[in-house]
């Protein structure tokens, strides 16, 4: 499965762009939108779909069982600290859940990376993530793959 | 200079007929591009699909007096004051180009219908409505290009990258720069300088790439994203919600309730 993005919803935010662990939410460069530019290497972790403000992402079930009619669906409210799940199945049965939002306040645990340097566009087209090796703890250079070793097709 | 009305001073040499013209062309440059975009992007038979799905799955029969009142406050609030953009820098960047644009829009027919011909004697709120409009634009343009746009703001990337999805914006900020600085020039009464020509040349074509580039360009956006905020508000009112779960029934504070940050972190 994969995320999807309602262009009629999304208002290009950058919300995803901004929280997706594999980097693939990206923006695209004719409507200015977000969009999954990888969808196979979405981790269906929906941190994308939580942070959307405009519930403009989704998430596309595999296509033998998605076009029964299941959905799963999220609604996120940090004024309440809420985070409500719809699951519905295929048969219609609707499950709904409301659980308190854990994540821990940005500063205290999770350090304030708006205010680092804006990273270089060397910086931003290389293999390294942003503020690695340090932010693992170690000061020694990280293994990379060289672009040749790519099989054909992939393009980075 | 801002009580100035730019179309009398052109009128020495453009009939106004051409003038008036020009607009027609362009207005219909918009409905063309758009029902173009309409039948390639398909997102008018999206928005029905949808609108049949929401009343298939709708949980509260919604009269018709509850749906308009809907759709009035979606009007009112939604739509008037850009919400869906929440709280913020690129909300305040919006509503100066839109409501500058408007004013540009509006200032520019009224003047080139009404008050066109050589003979004709312009109150001055219209070319004060004209230069604000312009200047709200130009403000709310550029600072959406240069610093919120989300490409730059976001994924770091470099102001002066361009990409097809800036053709709208900078077409109108261009229009709007243009219009001013020939608006400008003609108030300085440079005797048939070359000045003023060369602004409003560049003010045509940036007017012909804004308004004849709606199908490439995401000009039709302000027509589409008005629907969208009406369909939406209709399936929170009728229950369908597009399958969202309901506003948390809990107490305030349940978790730990943070606060969100900008899209800021690379």
Redesign the interface.
Known sequence: MSTFVY???C?????C???CPSDIM???????RAKNIEPNFCWECYACVKAC???AIDVRGYADFAPMGH?V???R??????????I?FRNGTEK?F?????????GKFIPK??EGD??N?GE?KSQIL?REPEALNTKKALPTVSKGSFKKGVYY | MIYNNPFLGLSNFVSPVAMQGFVIVMIALVVLGTLLDIIHKK?VK??FNNAKKAKKNAKIEITTSQKTSVILKTVAYDIATTS???RGK?RVAHLLGMYGTILFWIGSVIMIFCYSNPSSDTPSFWPIIWHVGALMTVIGGGWFWFFL???V????Q?WYRI???DLFVLALVASSLTGLIWSYLQSLNLNDRWDDKVFLVLFIVSNLVLFGGVYWS?FAHMF??P??AI??NLAEADGSR?????????P???????????????
């Open positions: 262009m009629t919803r208002d290009g935010c950058g919300q762009v901004d929280i990206h923006i695209d460069e004719t409507i200015r403000p405009n519930h959905s669906r999220v609604r409210e940090e004024e309440k600290g809420t985070i409500s799940w719809k519905k709904n409301v659980s308190p939002i854990t994540t821990k306040p940005w990376l708006a804006i990273p566009q931003i942003y | 997102n999206y928005f869906e953009l929440g690129r746009r989300v490409d703001y976001s994924e770091a470099p990409i097809k999805a995401k589409y994203k629907g969208a369909q939406k597009d399958n969202l779960p309901p506003p948390a029934d809990a305030k504070q349940f978790g730990l309730g943070i606060k969100r940050e900008e899209p800021k972190h690379y």
